[in-house]
């Protein structure tokens, strides 16, 4: 009883093992897919690869792996001419020596992506590229802003200095913002990579009627559009730094091409904004289909009285006239709240007051101060009045 007790138990414990070592796999594959999903979105949005182009599939990588390469490697290979069959054996098992060498190697990269990479960084080459990339980085820095100090001629030479220095602790700082993704888990790379893309997606720029003319001239005639582009090579393209904030404005209103629009076209764009400006915002547009659907209902339930009354025949003709008239005015205006006004008293205050007792609807606290005020010029008016 005990040995198939033990059984069962080795049983039940293989086939827990091989269920959890199935999620895993699934798991696996369902985080490929999606990774995959998500690069070919990224691609989509930078126009890499067309709309309903075939994505590429991915080979797996056991298809390629050393074990096939071992099994390959062992098995005897035959041949009809002579000179295969002698063919060396010690270069065989060298061979085969190799690959077994590798295989510890190849092992510890299937089951650590990151370890692969690691490796390969670790090679002599890359000792000295990011101090060479800092280095070019802060030459290319440093570059930039004594032209813009050339421009400028209210600038000296010690102030020419400052910025670099700040421009130099910025890039320090930079690089310590950067994220380490070896340090990272796959759900951090995830949350990371989602957010990397919110960040680069572009912000739609809104056209002026303008430019919107100019924009529907682009896409209708490849001839307007080659002419375009060479009109934008003019006098007035320059690239002018730090000059007043005045003359700027003044460049903007005087010194600029003139586009080759229409006027109808544009005036065509500025009625149609115009037309968008227009219509009510969804607060409003929300406000005025409820009122229209509480006046609905008022006026069904109008038409039920109406429905009660011309059945009764103990009204005369003028009395059922006068009711009729009667409730369709009522139906047309909507009821009025009636506010129930409570004088505050002297122990209430400063306190939460809640409902007072017999109080329905709208009330609203008001300070007895006015009563007061009230009486006494209504006392005041009976006085005079007495003389």
């Known amino acids: 009883m005990d040995s198939e007790a033990e059984e069962e138990e080795k049983i039940n414990a293989e086939l827990e093992e091989a269920m959890k070592s199935e999620a895993r796999v699934s798991k696996k594959k369902r985080k490929k897919e999606f990774k995959e999903k998500r690069r070919q979105k990224k691609k989509l949005e930078y126009n890499m690869v067309i709309q309903d182009d075939v994505a590429d599939i991915q080979q797996d990588r056991s298809l390629f792996s050393i074990q096939n390469a071992i099994e390959k490697a062992s098995k005897p290979q035959y041949s009809d001419s002579e000179e295969s069959l002698c063919v060396d054996e010690e270069e065989t098992l060298e061979g085969k020596d190799d690959i077994l060498s590798i295989l510890p190697v190849a092992n510890e990269v299937n089951d650590d992506p990151n370890a692969k990479v690691k490796r390969w960084f670790t090679n002599d080459i890359f000792n000295n590229i990011e101090s060479e990339e800092e280095d070019e980085e802060l030459d290319r820095i440093t570059s930039t802003i004594l032209e813009k100090d050339e421009n400028n001629d209210e600038g000296g030479g010690e102030n020419c200095l400052q910025p670099v220095e700040n421009t130099?602790?910025?890039?320090?700082?930079?690089?310590?913002?950067?994220?380490?993704?070896?340090?990272?888990?796959?759900?951090?790379?995830?949350?990371?990579?989602?957010?990397?893309?919110?960040?680069?997606?572009?912000?739609?720029?809104?056209?002026?009627?303008?430019?919107?003319?100019?924009?529907q001239m682009w896409i209708h005639s490849t001839k307007t559009r080659r002419n375009l582009i060479d009109a934008g090579f003019n006098r007035f393209v320059n690239n002018d730094s730090n000059l007043p904030d005045w003359f700027a404005e003044d460049e903007k209103k005087h010194y600029h091409p003139n586009l080759p629009i229409t006027k109808e076209a544009v005036e065509e764009f500025k009625r149609r904004q115009r037309e968008i400006n227009a219509r009510p915002i969804k607060k409003v547009a929300e406000a005025k289909a409820?009122?229209?659907?509480?006046?609905?209902?008022?006026?069904?339930?109008?038409?039920?009285?109406?429905?009660?009354?011309?059945?009764?025949?103990?009204?005369?003709e003028v009395e059922k006239r006068k009711e009729?008239?009667?409730?369709?005015?009522?139906?047309?205006?909507?009821?009025?709240?009636?506010?129930?006004?409570?004088?505050?008293?002297?122990?209430?205050?400063?306190?939460?007051?809640?409902?007072?007792?017999?109080?329905?609807?709208r009330y609203k606290m008001v300070d007895p101060r006015m009563k007061k005020d009230f009486r006494r010029l209504k006392n005041n008016s009976k006085r005079r009045k007495r003389r």
Request: proline content about 3%; cysteine-free.
């Open 324 to 361: 009729l008239k009667r409730i369709y005015k009522q139906s047309k205006q909507a009821p009025k709240k009636e506010v129930t006004y409570v004088v505050a008293k002297k122990g209430l205050v400063g306190k939460r007051i809640r409902r007072p007792q017999g109080v329905t609807g």
């Open 290 to 316: 409820r009122k229209r659907r509480k006046a609905l209902k008022r006026m069904e339930k109008a038409k039920k009285k109406v429905e009660g009354i011309l059945e009764n025949d103990g009204l005369t």
């Open 168 to 215: 130099v602790e910025d890039f320090s700082a930079k690089q310590s913002d950067e994220i380490n993704w070896s340090d990272l888990s796959e759900e951090e790379k995830e949350i990371e990579t989602e957010n990397e893309l919110k960040n680069s997606q572009k912000k739609k720029k809104s056209l002026d009627p303008e430019g919107l003319a100019l924009a």
